[in-house]
């Protein structure tokens, strides 16, 4: 597997790591019976702030998983795998690592800088593809 690959199954392990975060937080906020109900019930408790951002984080993350893999794909199939997209590669898992807690704690701007180094780490991917 290239090292391009192994960054792309890591990315998916970073989001499913959102997601556990998410679930772990939200159970905490709505218990048990909250958290396994329907959620008709407008008595039912609502989820507090980290859990919000922490959903809000995790559709981002599914947002930012996409465009990656399109680049990943991109830079498989015009085989310009090199040591660059690895690093490029490796600049979008930790952006989106520390762009998790970043965004449950609520440190501006710091989210929107971290979000930003993903991005243009996985754009400057396509671009690598397309030269």
Known sequence: MTPDLINLALA????AINWLALVWVGWKDVGRAGATGSRDDEKAPKPGAMTNRLNRALTNSYQALALFTAAIVLIVLSD??????AILG???LAARAA???????DLNPWRSVVWAIG???TLALVLVALL
Not at 12 to 15: D, G, H, K, P, R
């Open 99 to 105: 762009y998790i807690p970043i965004y449950a704690l």
């Open 12 to 15: 998916c392990f970073i989001v």
């Open 119 to 121: 991005l243009f780490a």
């Open 80 to 85: 310009s795998g090199m040591g660059l997209t």
């Open 90 to 92: 490796w600049i979008f």
